[in-house]
Antibody, heavy 122, light 107 residues
Framework: EVQLVESGGGLVQPGGSLRLSCAASGFTFSTHYMDWVRQAPGKGLEWVGRIRNKANSYTTEYAASVKGRFTISRDDSKNSLYLQMNSLKTEDTAVYYC?????????????WGQGTTVTVSS | DIQLTQSPSFLSASVGDRVTITCRASQGISSYLAWYQQKPGKAPKFLIYAASTLQSGVPSRFSGSGSGTEFTLTISSLQPEDFATYYCQRLNSYPLTFGGGTKVEIK
């Protein structure tokens, strides 16, 4: 079964750090671009960032709201995706989803994890 | 950045109704648009890519059209399981912005 499972969410104080993980299974993880998307309570979807595959040098893109604070990485040997979040703000409170880019010819996110909740509060 | 505006933000419809949701881009994005369905407490579901191509396994009552700046998602005959929030997303350049969402509720 093709699956993404996030972990690592929790309660953190403003200014703190947290690292989210996303474990992939059932597909060739190394060939896909991977993304993070978040959803604040009661709000819409917000794209957070993307990491490309090895063939594209693992380069990354970020939303302006997280650039310089968040870092996306991956370990293809572990079929895992990561989101390192530093200098967290209350407005980073959200459910964080990892998602798989469909394929190189048609962008869009065809597989999503169940989400992990991050709460930034003192 | 290119913005996406969905309309309406909320609609009330009955089972069997034909429903159309519009997504407008502030600049042309060719056909680089996807649609998703999200139910409460669940992850989004991929419905349509490249503006009009139905993802495998998605019922044929869903269809997408448009290019450039105006796009539509149509549900030809609304079913009970279709009551959800729908989002468009542009994929032509970064950031990969989502529209604000359209909540479809039971009339």
């Amino acid at each position: 079964e093709v699956q993404l499972v996030e972990s690592g969410g929790g309660l953190v104080q403003p200014g703190g750090s947290l690292r989210l993980s996303c474990a992939a299974s059932g597909f060739t993880f190394s060939t896909h671009y991977m993304d993070w998307v978040r959803q604040a309570p009661g709000k819409g979807l917000e794209w957070v960032g993307r990491i490309r595959n090895k063939a594209n040098s693992y380069t990354t893109e970020y939303a302006a709201s997280v650039k310089g604070r968040f870092t996306i990485s991956r370990d293809d040997s572990k079929n895992s995706l990561y989101l390192q979040m530093n200098s967290l703000k209350t407005e980073d409170t959200a459910v964080y989803y990892c998602a798989r880019r469909y394929d190189s010819s048609a962008d869009g996110f065809d597989i999503w994890g169940q989400g992990t909740t991050v709460t930034v509060s003192s | 950045d290119i913005q996406l505006t969905q309309s309406p933000s909320f609609l009330s419809a009955s089972v069997g109704d034909r429903v159309t949701i519009t997504c407008r881009a502030s600049q042309g994005i060719s056909s680089y648009l996807a649609w998703y369905q999200q139910k409460p407490g669940k992850a989004p579901k991929f419905l349509i890519y490249a503006a009009s191509t139905l993802q495998s396994g998605v019922p044929s009552r869903f269809s997408g059209s448009g290019s450039g700046t105006e796009f539509t998602l149509t549900i030809s005959s609304l079913q009970p399981e279709d009551f959800a929030t729908y989002y468009c997303q542009r994929l032509n350049s970064y950031p990969l912005t989502f529209g604000g969402g359209t909540k479809v509720e039971i009339k």
